[in-house]
């Protein structure tokens, strides 16, 4: 108000005192590896950190919808210099659990820790000058991921009660999962007492699980403790591990025609209202031609043919 009305502040420059530095990292429901593309759906985990000031405004239960901006918090770290700072804050980043819905969490620790970011080099033009490498997805708990998604799998409880056994020896089932980047995962899992060991190709991965509730699993792989959180949905398995996380898409029972990449059908990314369908039955079209335009978070996304072909 003082400023509004032409009045001189209460307090001058040389009264302002510094301690410190302070860095803010801000959540955000969206997938920076897909042009940062807005994320709606249910949160089925949320773990804030404790390490951290946190300024939110959801709880685990709640939606992100397409109505709103996508950003889900703030998260701040202070230290006695930048340094000090940036580390906490991506100290802070990693005990943050947000499952359910696509966020930039591991982007933001990816940045953090990147070495010209960690030395003040960073230009306001880094991130788009680097964004391949800063976007570039860790598996969740490294070498274990792909036997953390097989226990994910398990209905049965771990622990003493012999997990896996039957009279005619250890128990195996199929995975058959995509990534978010199109890769598709088959492997052959295994369970035997507590451990769970996966193959695909050569590729072993293995872990002993010592407990697994609704959202948790806790574990041992090569020889080091661990702890695993995931949603699983009808279709999705949300896994982080070891400061890294994944949506792993399920199609280990489903039907030979939907197993495969969907190069005939255009599927809106997002939820969304359907603004304009530029394309009617009967029509050609080329590869990368717009077929609907979508808006969705004050955005407009226009979906595109994956191929050339005849509109059904």
């Not at 407990?211 to 792989?221: C, G, L, N, P």
Request: charge should be negative; include cysteine.
């Amino acid at each position: 108000f003082d400023i509004a009305e032409g009045e001189k502040l209460p307090i001058a420059q040389e009264d302002v005192t510094l301690d410190g530095w302070a860095i803010e990292a801000r959540l955000y429901a969206e997938d920076p590896s897909a042009g940062f593309l807005p994320h709606s759906g249910k949160i089925a985990v949320w773990r804030a950190p404790t390490s951290a000031r946190v300024d939110s405004g959801i709880e685990q239960g709640d939606s992100v919808t397409t109505f709103y901006d996508p950003m889900v918090a703030k998260i701040i770290a202070h230290g006695r210099t930048r340094d000090e700072a940036r580390a906490k804050l991506a100290a802070s980043l990693k005990e943050t659990i947000l499952l359910g819905v696509g966020n930039n969490r591991d982007f933001l620790i990816e940045l953090l820790e990147d070495e010209s970011f960690a030395k003040g080099e960073a230009a306001t033009d880094y991130i788009e000058a680097n964004l391949d490498r800063l976007t570039t997805r860790k598996p969740p708990g490294g070498d274990a991921a792909l036997a953390l998604v097989a226990a994910t799998m398990v209905e049965r409880p771990f622990g003493d009660l012999l997990t896996g056994w039957n009279s005619r020896g250890a128990s195996t089932f199929p995975v058959h999962v995509a990534l978010s980047n199109g890769e598709i995962i088959k492997a052959d899992a295994l369970v035997s007492r507590n451990g769970v060991e996966t193959q695909c190709g050569d590729k072993l991965s293995a872990v002993t699980v010592t407990s697994k509730t609704d959202d948790e699993i806790r574990y041992f792989a090569d020889g080091r403790a661990g702890q695993a959180f995931f949603a699983r949905n009808i279709r999705t398995i949300d896994l982080d591990a070891a400061g890294a996380a994944e949506r792993y898409f399920d199609f280990t029972l489903a039907p030979a025609e939907d197993s495969g990449a969907g190069a005939d059908i255009v599927k809106a990314p997002m939820a969304g209202a359907v603004t304009s369908v530029a394309v009617k039955p009967g029509d050609s079209v080329s590869k990368g031609r717009t077929v609907a335009t979508i808006e969705a978070m004050k955005m407009e996304h226009q979906l595109k043919a994956p191929r050339d072909g005849i509109v059904a």
